[in-house]
Nanobody, 124 residues
Framework: QVQLVESGGGLVQAGGSLRLSCAASGRTGSIYAMGWFRQAPGKERDFVAAISWSGGSTYYADSVKGRFTISRDNAKNTVSLQMNSLKPEDTAVYFC?????????????????WGQGTQVSVSS
């Protein structure tokens, strides 16, 4: 089993920045990749970004490319999401997720483990 705990959410004005972190514990040696998803009220959960655990390959939703950066620290078993130039439409609960099969990064249904989520609110 793998446990995921997110941190770093909050309220920020449009144009501002936030950094989310996800700490993984448990059987982290089995993790192939990790990702971030978000869900706004009344909407479906959407893919945001993913990173392979060992190779460092990254993947982004078109809506966040150039603004968000996903990174990982294998020594600390953490994955971070640096969010710049935030927009009101980025407001959502952000979830960390882990261990999709190879090349199945974009759909949440493939991820085995999930964090509890952290709220990000961007005011206009």
């Amino acid at each position: 089993q793998v446990q995921l705990v997110e941190s770093g959410g909050g309220l920020v004005q449009a144009g501002g920045s936030l950094r989310l972190s996800c700490a993984a514990s448990g059987r982290t040696g089995s993790i192939y990749a990790m990702g971030w998803f978000r869900q706004a009220p009344g909407k479906e959960r959407d893919f945001v970004a993913a990173i392979s655990w060992s190779g460092g390959s990254t993947y982004y939703a078109d809506s966040v490319k150039g603004r968000f950066t996903i990174s990982r620290d294998n020594a600390k078993n953490t994955v971070s999401l640096q969010m710049n130039s935030l927009k009101p439409e980025d407001t959502a609960v952000y979830f960390c997720a882990a261990d999709p099969p190879p090349r199945q990064y974009y759909s949440g249904s493939y991820y085995k483990y999930w964090g509890q989520g952290t709220q990000v609110s961007v005011s206009s």
